[in-house]
Nanobody, 114 residues
């Protein structure tokens, strides 16, 4: 069984930065994909950033502002978010994909507001 625990969300002004962390426990492989989705009010959940097996994918609207990194020894994935915009406001969910199954964290709220 895999468990994911996110941290690092909060309230930030436009242009500010936040760093999200997700610690995974259980049977974790560095070759499996791990990353972040987000869901804004009234919108569908979307992939923000994912990394695994040497491959990294980023949502187009966050390229140049967000960076995903992974510390395999700690089974932890990070999302560094810079130059935050109002439209980045959402609940951010950690995701781990293995063996055809998605595992989800409970989510952490990021609010960008002046």
């Amino acid at each position: 069984q895999v468990q994911l625990v996110e941290s690092g969300g909060g309230l930030v002004q436009p242009g500010g930065s936040l760093r999200l962390s997700c610690a995974a426990s259980g049977s974790i492989s560095s070759f499996d994909a791990m990353g972040w989705y987000r869901q804004a009010p009234g919108k569908e959940r979307e992939l923000v950033a994912m990394t695994g097996g040497g491959v990294t994918n980023l949502l187009g609207s966050v390229k140049g502002r967000f960076t995903i990194s992974r510390e395999n020894a700690k089974n932890t994935v990070y999302l560094q978010m810079n130059s935050l915009k109002l439209e980045d406001t959402a609940v951010y969910y950690c995701n781990y994909y293995s063996g055809g199954r998605n595992y989800w964290g409970k989510g952490t709220l990021v609010t960008v507001s002046s």
